[in-house]
Structure formats: C-alpha cells, structure tokens
C-alpha cells in the first residue's frame, strides 16, 4: 500500500530551496557562496517591530487570538490601505494569516471547485501551480513575454477563458521579473468579470512608479499581502488576506480548523511595522534596494548578460541566457548549478517559474550591497 497520496507525489519540488540547499552544503565544507538566488531581505527587522513584539511576549500576549486576527491589526491594515491607495476597507473583510502562502492556499480553497481554472502567467511564482492544485484547482498557465513585462494583458486573457475558468492570479511588482502592471491593464483584467487574486507582497518596494492595488479597481478580488518583504519580516510568518464577506467566511471557517490564528506577539508587532514610527526605517531599505538594482543591472551588462525586462520593483532580475544555454546545451537547471559549482554563486533557474523561464535565470539583489559585487566578479569571470 502506497502511504503517499497522489497530489503529495506529483508536488514538484521548490527549485530555489534546492539551490539554496545544495549552497548550504558547499558552506559545510568550508566554501564561499553569494547567495542570489533566495528572496530574503537582506535587513533587520526594524527594531520598534523587535521592541513591540518582546514587549507583547512579556506582557503575557502569548494565546490565541481571533481566527480572523486581531482587531487592532485589522484595522491597521485598513488603515495603511487607506493611506496607500485611498481605498476603504472594513476591517472585518480581513484576514490575518500565518504568512502569505496560507492566505493564498486558503483562498483558493475557498473559490475552486474541484476542476475549477485558474488563470496565470507563464513565468510566474513557482509556488502558485501548486498552491492552486492542492486547492482542487487547475492552474493554466499563459505565456508572457518581455514586452507586457511578463504579464498577463486583458486581450491574452480573454483568449484563455474557458467554461471552467474561476479566476485570474496576478502578481506586480512581480516575481520573478520584478515588473510592474501598468494601471490600465489592472483596469482591463478587471472588466473581464473573473474574480482576481492579487499577490501583492512586494508593494512598496518600487523604484520609479507606484504599484496600484487591485482594490482600487474592484472589490470582487482578493488582496494578498504580508510582512515579510517590505518590513524584512521572513521568519515572523505573518500575512493577510482582503476578501469580500461571503469568501472570508469561508476562510475563517477553514483558519479555524486548520490553523487556528496567527502568533498574538507577532500580530502585536505587526500594528507597529504599519505605523509611521516605521516608515523611516522602510524608506532606508528601498534606497538601499535601489542602489543594489542600479549595481546589479551594470554588473550584467558589463558582463554581457541581457536583463529579459528592467525590474521596477521587488528585488528581481531575470536574465535572458537562452542563447548561452542553446549554445552550450545546458538548461536553466542545469546552468545554475554550473555556476553554483564552479564559480560560487546561488542563481535560481527559470524553469523554476514554469515552461516560459526555461533558459532565464532569477538573479535577487536583496542580498548585502559588498556580496553582491563579489557575485557579479564571479558572474563576469564565469560568462567571461
């Protein structure tokens, strides 16, 4: 008897970790490698969020807390939305989960009948094909290209609907490219009628143009969003969800038997990372960002690397090297561990974010602005 499920076998694997593995080995045995292939902001977590958060564990706030989270955080992230993108957003139309990831698995499992599509792009998150089949759904895929920034238009969309088609994911600025949708494609996805996910966890990271939440085009959507990125706050596990009333019902039910609430301390801080107490220190770590995009994208092009579309947002770059692997008959995967293994540098392969990214490479710049530039050294002497 198998003990395994199916969906459990068929999962495929997070390419990114298994660079970053296979790095962390190389690091036990006593080798150097730049690591630019995870997301993970390269800062603290500002210290007001460190300091509210050791004040609420000492104050006993240690429980469980509503399954929707607390009011106060609610209502705070109403309130960031506001000041944001003028939005209204009741409080009661949020959820606060245990990071991004179960807001997304949740969602989906709230609006997918089994079959059910949902409509993304090719590349996209690596994540997102999974999230949405675990949910009973169908992720279709469709191919993008550098010059939509690798998203997704109303036109290509539309071609794409089918009689089971449920939704529509978007992600700006994304990942992996690092892209931003413009406005009035926002406007136009939305007239299609499909309800629209909107992962929107690198808002605020944007260099240039402000990226526009869904919310200020409809409400039959959900907004997706966290801490982790912008409040460089990976390991607290805190994200939210913003969803009409009938689908956050459905979600409440489920966090209530999956994961009861989110971490009460966490939640505490998190009220503090939303306050203009921490928008210095936010504002600090987008011009550093800004200044290791700058470095990232003239260490390629010195090194002959094309960037397949000039990020705007998030800490992304992905690197067209199609010609390179047709010329060497390397794939991206096996590309990026070349490179991991001869020259020391962590890179995720694009086939990591579907069919679409094979013969790219994910390049983040979110590590420390000196590694970087010891990346790009080893980079250019590699390509050299």
């Known amino acids: 008897m198998k003990l395994v499920s199916q969906r459990a076998r068929e999962i495929k694997p997070f390419l990114v970790m298994e660079v970053l593995e296979a790095a962390q080995c190389l690091e036990r045995n006593g080798v150097d490698v730049v690591h630019m292939e995870v997301g993970e902001p390269g800062f603290e977590t500002p210290p007001p969020v460190r300091q509210a958060a050791t004040r609420a564990m000492q104050g006993g706030q240690t429980h469980y807390t509503h399954s929707l989270g607390l009011h106060a955080l609610r209502a705070a992230i109403a309130g960031w939305h506001k000041r944001q993108y003028g939005t209204e957003i009741d409080p009661d139309y949020v959820v606060v989960t245990s990071g991004t990831s179960p807001a997304m698995l949740l969602v989906f499992m709230a609006i997918c009948e089994p079959g059910d599509e949902i409509i993304l792009a090719d590349p996209?998150?690596?994540c997102y094909p999974q999230l949405i089949s675990?949910?009973?759904?169908?992720?279709?895929?469709?191919?993008?290209?550098p010059e939509t920034g690798f998203h997704l238009d109303a036109r290509t969309v539309a071609g794409a609907i089918t009689p089971r088609t449920r939704g529509i994911l978007i992600n700006s600025p994304s990942n992996p490219c690092g892209t931003l949708i413009d406005p009035g494609d926002l406007q136009r996805l939305t007239e299609l009628g499909l309800f629209v996910v909107s992962d929107e966890i690198y808002h605020g990271l944007t260099y240039g143009s402000q990226a526009c939440s869904i919310r200020q085009f409809t409400d039959q959507c959900a907004v997706v969003n966290g801490f982790s990125k912008l409040y460089a706050m990976t390991g607290w596990r805190l994200g939210y969800l913003i969803a009409p009333p009938d689908v956050v019902r459905a979600v409440q039910k489920m966090q209530q038997n999956f994961f009861i609430s989110a971490c009460h301390f966490a939640q505490t801080a998190a009220v503090t990372a939303l306050s203009e107490e921490c928008d210095p220190y936010v504002a600090v770590m987008v011009q550093e960002?800004?200044?290791?995009?700058?470095?990232?994208?003239?260490?390629?092009?010195?090194?002959?690397?094309?960037?397949?579309?000039?990020?705007?947002?998030?800490f992304y770059v992905f690197a067209d090297l199609r010609d390179h692997c047709k010329h060497t008959g390397l794939s991206s995967y096996q590309l990026a561990f070349d490179i991991l293994n001869r020259a020391h540098v962590a890179v995720t392969p694009g086939s990591d974010f579907g069919p679409g990214g094979e013969g790219y490479l994910r390049l983040s710049y979110a590590a420390d602005y000196d590694r970087l530039e010891v990346g790009l050294e080893r980079l250019a002497k590699y390509f050299g």
């Open 124 to 126: 996209a998150y690596a």
């Open 289 to 314: 960002y800004g200044r290791r995009r700058e470095l990232v994208l003239a260490g390629l092009s010195r090194a002959g690397i094309r960037v397949a579309s000039e990020p705007t947002g998030a």
């Open 134 to 145: 675990f949910a009973g759904g169908v992720p279709l895929m469709v191919r993008t290209g």
